[in-house]
């Protein structure tokens, strides 16, 4: 591609960028959230049309007007938001749209099971075809959807994210897909946040901001350092923001707290500490969450919040006892991508604000340019759709719907997931400024680096109990992993 340029109503989305992708090789694009990168894959795939610029595949000048198109010249794309038919089979997904027929417009469902097959054993993965897709892990759906892209011939494979709700040992498998593609002659553009990620799997790497092309550069003599300033136009600084102090009385503790996947949980959290909850995917660490929260039933045990019983645990209990939750999903669970930021910021507390019943537009939007200003979110206006923000500051956005409910107890389940590095550190520095004034978080990560970096204590869990507390010196990658895959009585 070459001097490709993409124009959106007010927006140069695309300025003259550049990319090269060669047979058997992982091409990294780099980028913060709103660098283009996803606008520029669109246009490889047909989803958008180039408005200048050249592209050629495969030997030939080419300008795909639809997906249609660039599927049938072997172009695959996985996008980090999961497109399965959750009550379909692991088959009837990998060939949705295209299903194999005999005559008379009859799906051939002994074909579409053998040909689902050859390509999972392709792929070295042990699932059955017939599986509904619900009922696999979002790891294994993950790599169902790499089996539905290759069920189109793939020469070019897209992957956009592929990583962010994978625990280490699924990214090892996902490599190693990855490395079998490359061999077979597979191109691929890897899309990633993970900054650790990119030596390991790419081969270049292409950093784009602003809509521009930065600069390409070998992914194994490339410095993290130097990436990242020519992402952000500056050299980050300190990633991990913290300020350790000591910190006061427990404002948050479960006892004997058992229920879906986790029993016999006992963690407390401080005013002006950061606690995280770690543990392989399935340990139960976001089940605790939402139990406390008030989502999920409670089996036993109890909640307690500023020293006081939660003795029916419901959202809306929690809420009024001062408590806040940032789900690891914000763009389902979190907000409202298609209604403003002062809709958003407002939503949780609107019977504290309006007592009378009655929403004022002018108050709305004084609430919300405050907490735009208090948390430097990145917007024309109070107006602007969620939807229409970074990642970044779509986070934001919800820190600050909790904020306005006036709670001092947050936990924040993956708070930095599809977060570009220099949004990242905006997020720590944030945690960091909110437990200094007071504030208690509990924090469940899949981020080993996360957890080290701004950690006042640890929780590690395996299996639905928690099997070690480590305080922040005590804090390695080795140490945590003794709990996480030893249990209880892990040793040093």
Not at 157 to 186: N, Q
Not at 195 to 206: L, R, S
Not at 297 to 312: M, N, Q, S
Request: charged letters at 25%.
């Amino acid at each position: 591609m070459t001097d490709i340029t993409k124009r959106f109503p007010g927006t140069l989305a695309l300025d003259h960028v550049r990319l090269t992708c060669e047979k058997g090789k992982v091409h990294v694009l780099l980028g913060e959230n709103g660098a283009g990168k996803s606008t520029l894959v669109k246009v490889v795939c047909g989803l958008y049309s180039l408005d200048e610029g050249t592209e050629w595949y495969d030997g030939k000048e080419v300008n795909f007007s639809n997906v249609k198109e660039s599927m049938a010249a072997g172009i695959g794309m996985i996008h980090q938001e999961l497109s399965l038919l959750p009550e379909r089979t692991v088959a009837q997904n990998i060939f949705a749209g295209h299903e194999p027929m005999k005559r008379k417009g009859i799906i051939d469902i002994k074909k579409m099971i053998s040909d689902s097959q050859a390509i999972l054993d392709r792929l070295g993965l042990d699932y059955d075809p017939n599986a509904l897709v619900k009922k696999l892990s979002i790891a294994q759906q993950q790599m169902v959807e790499v089996a539905k892209a290759l069920s189109h011939d793939v020469k070019l494979l897209i992957m956009d994210e592929p990583t962010s709700s994978l625990t280490s040992k699924e990214i090892r498998t996902l490599f190693g897909i990855v490395r079998r593609l490359t061999a077979e002659g597979v191109a691929i553009i890897y899309i990633s946040h993970r900054m650790e990620e990119i030596q390991e799997i790419g081969d270049c790497v292409t950093v784009m901001r602003d809509g521009q092309y930065i600069d390409t550069v070998d992914a194994k003599t490339a410095t993290m350092d130097d990436l990242i300033a020519m992402m952000v136009g500056r050299k980050l600084g300190k990633m991990y923001e913290r300020n350790f102090q000591k910190p006061e009385d427990i404002i948050f503790e479960t006892r004997n707290l058992a229920g879906l996947r986790f029993k016999n949980v006992n963690i407390s959290v401080r005013s002006g500490e950061i606690v995280s909850l770690y543990g392989l995917v399935g340990a139960g660490r976001s089940e605790i969450a939402m139990a406390a929260f008030g989502y999920d039933p409670i089996d036993e045990g109890t909640v307690l919040l500023f020293g006081k019983e939660i003795k029916h645990p419901t959202p809306y209990n929690c809420v009024k006892a001062g408590m806040g939750f940032l789900p690891e999903d914000r763009k389902t669970q979190g907000l409202h991508l298609a209604m403003p930021i002062a809709d958003n910021v407002v939503e949780a507390s609107l019977g504290k604000i309006f007592k009378r019943g009655f929403l004022n537009s002018k108050r709305e939007n004084e609430i919300a340019e405050k907490y735009i200003n208090d948390l430097k979110i990145a917007t024309p206006g109070a107006e602007k759709l969620v939807g229409e923000l970074s990642g970044g500051n779509q986070q934001k956005v919800v820190i600050a719907k909790w904020l306005a409910t006036g709670c001092k107890f947050l936990i924040f389940d993956e708070p930095t997931r599809g977060i570009d590095v220099g949004a990242k550190s905006e997020i720590y520095k944030l945690m960091d400024t909110l437990v200094g004034q007071g504030y208690g978080i509990l924090m469940i990560s899949s981020d080993l680096q996360e957890v080290i970096g701004v950690s006042d204590r640890c929780y590690v869990m395996k299996d639905g109990l928690i099997t070690g507390e480590l305080e922040h010196q005590e804090l390695t990658q080795e140490r945590i992993m003794q709990f996480a895959f030893g249990g209880k009585g892990a040793t040093e």
